[in-house]
């Protein structure tokens, strides 16, 4: 077996793009802990794929034509000009990469859209406003939370990211992690600010 046949053979285990595995838990799953998170990311991770997908059809529009006009100048001019054969082959090689692409963004397209779905489901009638201070009031506990089993003080870090939170929303997370916690703060340290 030669190392091209060899390495050919180890790229068939080869995945382009993001495992089903990684969408669901760690591009999806990562923007927990609410459903309504869950979806926003699945809903930009869609939009991303459908604008991929509309670039790569242009791209392979191009790239079609693009094969056209080498075929003609191969039969017009033969081996006599064989840098136009190089860039043939490479035109054909683009083309063929852009093929798998696209099939592998439609995979992650179809995974995206079924996690967004799904959510959908889950979520029922959205009210945005609401669902968007219970996703940043989620993540600001889950974030003090980590911070006071690992290290029993809040990091700068959680601190700033509740002082961005509305005075009556830091009240409330500093009182849900009082009641888990006893070495959780009462209020922040800068709860002068409005």
Known sequence: MTVDEQVTELL???????SSFQIAHFIVGAEGPTAWGMYQQALRELKKRQDMLVEIELDLDLARHGRRCWRRFDRVLGWLWVPWRI????AARRYAGLIDTREDVRREFEEFL???EMLKRQLGKVDHAVLEAQRWRAKAVLLATVDLET???LSPRTVDFMLNLPREMRQEVC???GRRY???PKVLPSESQP
Do not use: M
């Open 114 to 116: 079924g996690h967004a």
């Open 12 to 18: 068939r285990d080869y995945e382009e793009g993001h």
């Open 87 to 90: 860039r043939a082959k490479r």
């Open 182 to 184: 006893q070495n959780a």
């Open 151 to 153: 290290h029993r003080i």
């Open 175 to 177: 009182h849900e992690l």
